[in-house]
């Protein structure tokens, strides 16, 4: 285990524990309701976990890898990052699909750089996302007004990835 994965764990578990002492001191029912809304979180979010895992294993599976490093590839620039950038936005799901399609493009020779884009746009830009929950909710206005605002950042954190070099 490295240390930041050890830095990682303690914070996340200690958080746990600070989150649960809190509720114990409000008393036994926010504590009891407490447990059981977290235990319903964690059965409703692995399901969905592990599909994401096993579909970005066929994922990998389907896709060559001539195919990702040749558009996405370490070598493929800036074109990689706008052809990153735009599949993002293309990709339906939530984050286990995102970002398990970007952890797959990763180790299948994707280049640092247009990943970042790509879950970066995907974040940002999920047109399924947009069209199904923010326009229902919001004025379409605003949501494509935030879109069109938002459509530096994944380009910016790309080129902040080329510039630092490999996280």
Known sequence: MTLSALIIDVTLWGSVAVLGFMAWRRGRVVLVSSVREGSMDFINIV?????GVIGSGYIAAVIPPEVITGWLGPDSGWFGVLTAVIAGAATPGGPVVGFSIGAVALKVGGGTPQVIAYVVAWALFAFQRMILWEIPFMPARFVWFRAAVSVPFPFLA???AMVIGKP
Request: glycine share 0%; aromatic share 0%; net charge positive.
């Open 158 to 160: 790309a080129a902040i």
């Open 47 to 51: 399901p969905r976990i592990a599909l």
